[in-house]
C-alpha cells in the first residue's frame, strides 16, 4: 500500500470525498416543510465544509470559510459549484449546534464501518492510552495572607491531609498503558 497524500491537498481531499455518503447523511437530517426561506446549503455540503477545518491547514472555521471562493478543491470536495455562493462562519456555527451527539455517533459509526469491514478479526491489537504523571499546580495562584504565606480558607490540619493525599495519587500508574506496554515489549523483543 502505498503513502498517503498530503493533508490538505486536493489528492488527499479525493481520495477520501467518496468515503462520505451525501444521501445518507442528508437522510439523518430531515427536512420540514415550512414556509419562507429554503436552505442554500444541503447538510452533506455543510458537513463536508465543516470538516474542511480538519483536513486543510485552515485550522478555524472563520479562516475556512473566508478562504473557501479562492480555493477550488474545497470547494470541489465540499460539492460547493458557485465560488459566489459559499457557506459563512455563521452557517458553518448553526450547523455545529444543529449536530447532536446521537447524530455524531451515527455518522462515525457509518463512516468507521468500511474501515473495521476491512480489517482482520483475527489480528492483535493493543490500545495504549497517555498517562502522563505530572504534579497540578492548583495551589498557585490562591490568596494567602499577608504575613504566615498560608491560604486564608485552609486550617493546616486540612493542608497537610490533602498534601499526604496528593502524594499518594502521583504514584499511580495507568495500567491499561503499562499492560500495553508490556504486550509490545514480549510481541517485538
Known amino acids: 500500500m502505498g503513502t498517503l497524500p498530503q493533508t490538505g491537498t486536493s489528492a488527499f481531499l479525493d481520495l477520501l470525498s467518496p468515503y462520505l455518503d451525501d444521501d445518507w447523511i442528508n437522510d439523518q437530517f ?4 415550512v414556509q419562507g426561506r429554503h436552505r442554500l446549503f444541503s447538510p452533506s455540503q455543510l458537513l463536508r465544509t465543516n470538516l474542511l ?3 486543510t491547514p485552515a485550522h478555524s472555521y472563520n479562516l475556512v470559510a473566508q478562504l473557501l471562493p479562492e480555493n477550488r478543491s474545497w470547494r470541489h470536495f465540499a460539492h460547493l459549484p458557485n465560488k459566489h455562493r459559499c457557506p459563512d462562519a455563521k452557517m458553518l456555527q448553526q450547523f ?3 449536530l ?26 493493543v490500545g495504549i492510552m497517555d498517562a ?18 498560608r491560604h486564608l480558607e485552609q486550617p493546616l490540619e486540612l493542608e497537610a491531609l490533602k498534601a499526604a493525599k496528593a502524594d499518594g495519587s502521583s504514584a499511580t500508574r495507568n495500567t491499561l498503558c503499562v499492560c500495553g506496554l508490556a504486550a509490545l515489549k514480549t510481541r517485538f523483543c
Open 132 to 149: 502522563t504523571d505530572l504534579p497540578a499546580a492548583a495551589n498557585s495562584f490562591k490568596k494567602k495572607t499577608k504575613g504566615t504565606g
Open 30 to 33: 430531515p427536512r420540514k416543510r
Open 100 to 125: 447532536r451527539p446521537g447524530v455524531l455517533r451515527r455518522l462515525n459509526a457509518h463512516l468507521l464501518r468500511p474501515l473495521l469491514d476491512g480489517l482482520d478479526p483475527e489480528r492483535k491489537t
Open 96 to 98: 455545529r449546534l444543529w
Open 53 to 55: 477545518a480538519l483536513l
